[in-house]
C-alpha cells in the first residue's frame, strides 16, 4: 500500500543559509502547483532525518519557526468563508487574541501565529496556489515569510528585483512577489536568488506622472514609501524592529521616482 499521499512534507525557507523558517505539510494534501510554489519561493523540501536535525539543532535557537499546513476542518472552514464587516477592506484581515493572532484571507486559508511559540498552524484548501488561486496563495506565504523573518532581522516588501537595486511597489502589481531584506548581511532574499547589496542601490518608486527623467526622494518620503509597502502586517502597524529596519533601509538606499512607462514588468510563465 502507498502511504506517500498520508505522509507529512517538510520544507526549508533558503535552506543553503540555514534560515531557521520551515514549513510542514500534514498529509501531504495539497495539488502540484502549491509545491511548485514552494520551490519557486526557495523552500526546499526535507527528509523526515533532515527535518528533525534541523529542529534539534535549533532546539535553542531563537526565533524558530515551523508552519505546520493542514487540511481546513469544518471549524476553519466556517471561519474562513464567512463574511465579516472587515471583509470592506479587502480579504486579509488580522484578528489579536490573548495570546497569538489569527490571520484570515477570505475564502482561502486561516493561519494562527505568535511570537510566543514555534509552532503556528495554518489551514487551508486541496486547490491552495492552484491557477486560480496562485496570487493569493503567495499573498500568504510571503505573509508568512513577513512575520517569521522580522525576528531575524529580515524585512519584506512587494516588489521585484533589477540590477539598480529593487522596483517596490503594490501587491497587486507585483503579482504578489516579495522581496526581503537582511541588512546585517547586506543581501536581498528573492525569487531569482540572493542578490548582494551594493554602493549606490536604489529603491525605485513607479511614477506615471514622469516621462523620460528619474527624480532623487526625499528620505522622509522613502521612508513613508516603505513603510506602506512592507509584507509585515498587523492591525496596530509596524513593530518598533521592523520600523527600525525601516529606517536603516532608508540610509543604505537611495529612493527614485521612475517614469512607469518605462518599466517592465516581469513576465510570468503562464504554466
Not at 66 to 83: P, T
Not at 154 to 171: D, K, N, Q, S
Not at 215 to 222: F, N, Q, T
Request: glycine share 6%.
Amino acid at each position: 500500500m502507498k502511504t506517500d499521499n498520508i505522509l507529512p512534507k517538510f520544507f526549508q525557507y533558503y535552506k543553503e543559509l540555514d534560515l531557521p523558517v520551515m514549513i510542514k505539510v500534514e498529509a501531504a494534501f495539497l495539488n502540484p502547483n502549491a509545491y511548485n510554489l514552494l520551490k519557486e519561493l526557495h523552500f526546499t523540501e526535507l527528509t523526515l532525518e533532515e527535518f528533525n536535525q534541523k529542529k534539534g539543532q535549533n532546539s535553542r535557537r531563537e526565533p524558530f519557526r515551523i508552519l505546520v499546513i493542514e487540511e481546513a476542518s469544518v471549524k476553519v472552514s466556517i471561519q474562513i468563508n464567512r463574511n465579516t464587516v472587515d471583509d470592506r477592506f479587502g480579504p486579509e484581515s488580522v484578528t489579536t487574541m490573548v495570546t497569538h493572532k489569527v490571520y484570515r484571507y477570505k475564502d482561502q486559508a486561516l493561519l494562527v501565529y505568535s511570537q510566543l511559540f514555534r509552532e503556528w498552524h495554518m489551514g487551508c484548501y486541496e486547490d491552495f496556489a492552484s491557477e486560480e488561486n496562485i496570487f493569493e496563495a503567495k499573498m500568504i506565504l510571503n505573509r508568512f515569510l513577513g512575520w517569521a523573518l522580522s525576528s531575524l532581522g529580515l524585512v519584506g516588501f512587494w516588489g521585484t528585483p533589477v540590477a539598480e537595486g529593487a522596483v517596490i511597489t503594490r501587491p497587486v502589481d507585483a503579482k504578489g512577489e516579495a522581496i526581503f531584506f537582511d541588512m546585517k548581511n547586506r543581501q536581498m532574499l528573492t525569487i531569482d536568488g540572493v542578490k548582494k547589496i551594493k554602493a549606490g542601490s536604489q529603491i525605485i518608486r513607479l511614477d506615471s506622472t514622469l516621462v523620460n527623467r528619474n527624480v532623487v526622494m526625499k528620505r522622509e518620503e522613502l521612508v513613508g514609501f516603505l513603510n506602506s509597502h512592507t509584507v509585515y502586517l498587523d492591525p496596530s502597524g509596524t513593530t518598533v524592529p521592523v520600523r527600525q529596519m525601516i529606517q536603516e533601509l532608508s540610509s543604505m538606499f537611495q529612493g527614485i521616482y521612475h517614469p512607469a512607462n518605462n518599466f517592465k514588468p516581469r513576465v510570468y510563465d503562464a504554466a
